[in-house]
């Protein structure tokens, strides 16, 4: 029952900015947008979030467009240690707090 | 600055055999939830809990038990292993379940089951 669509596979060049889209056209109103990564099997690591404005931390920005039906997450200045799968995920209220993983995009950052 | 912390990161079972698998989370989290990551699919709620002795099933719980006795800890019982049962277990915690805090994952148990 995932609820988000993304790219399989994206390369990025190293120091590029990458932008890694996400759709989420059934996205209900009080719905957030996650987005983690998993680097080599690791435990999924969290990004950012936001509901409907954009958002910015030290890792990321997320840009949600105003329809809420889809949303891009942008590294400014992409290395090689972000190589990773990208998990776009809709936050469902279900089970109590339930992160609906999809397949994900394989980011592949290139030298 | 610990996190969430899972133990053992590898083990290698027996049909059969029982274990716990642990994790601790220092964050004095109220939610903590299990899930399981199989080759080729995302990750799937095995069990949830809100709180100290709140617990509840998520999507696929059968052949697992869980408890929680403590703010800190959540383990996973599995009662008698079986081969489908061999995955990368993850716990995660946030603040509470019905917040937007977002949820801090563990660095997961890889279980395999002979």
């Known amino acids: 029952d995932a609820k988000t669509t993304q790219p399989p596979s994206m390369d990025c060049a190293e120091g590029r900015a990458a932008n890694l889209p996400c759709n989420h056209s059934?996205?209900?109103?009080?719905?957030?947008v996650y987005w983690y990564r998993q680097i080599h099997s690791q435990g999924p690591q969290y990004i950012i979030h936001?509901?409907?404005n954009n958002e910015t931390n030290e890792m990321a920005s997320l840009i949600i467009t105003e329809d809420r039906k889809s949303s891009t997450l942008i590294l400014p200045h992409a290395t090689l240690r972000d190589t990773a799968v990208y998990y776009c995920?809709?936050?469902?209220?279900?089970?109590?707090?339930?992160?609906?993983f999809g397949a994900g995009t394989i980011l592949r950052v290139k030298s | 600055n610990a996190g969430v912390t899972q133990t053992p990161k590898f083990q290698v079972l027996k049909t059969g055999q029982s274990m716990t698998l642990q994790c601790a989370q220092d964050?004095?989290?109220?939610?903590m939830s299990w899930y399981r990551q199989d080759p080729g699919m995302g990750l799937r709620l095995i069990h949830y809990?809100?709180?100290?002795?709140?617990?509840d099933q998520g999507e696929v719980p059968n052949g697992y038990n869980v408890s929680r006795s403590t703010t800190e800890d959540f383990p996973l019982r599995l009662l008698s292993a079986a081969p489908s049962q061999t995955s990368v277990y993850f716990c995660?915690?946030?603040?509470?379940?019905?917040?937007?805090?977002?949820?801090?994952f563990g660095d997961g148990t890889r279980l395999s089951i002979l």
């Open positions: 995660a915690s946030s603040g509470t379940a019905n917040s937007n805090q977002p949820q801090h």
């Open positions: 059934t996205i209900s109103g009080n719905e957030y």
């Open positions: 936001g509901l409907k």
């Open positions: 995920i809709v936050r469902v209220w279900e089970y109590g707090n339930k992160l609906v």
């Open positions: 964050m004095n989290h109220e939610y």
């Open positions: 809990s809100v709180g100290a002795g709140i617990t």
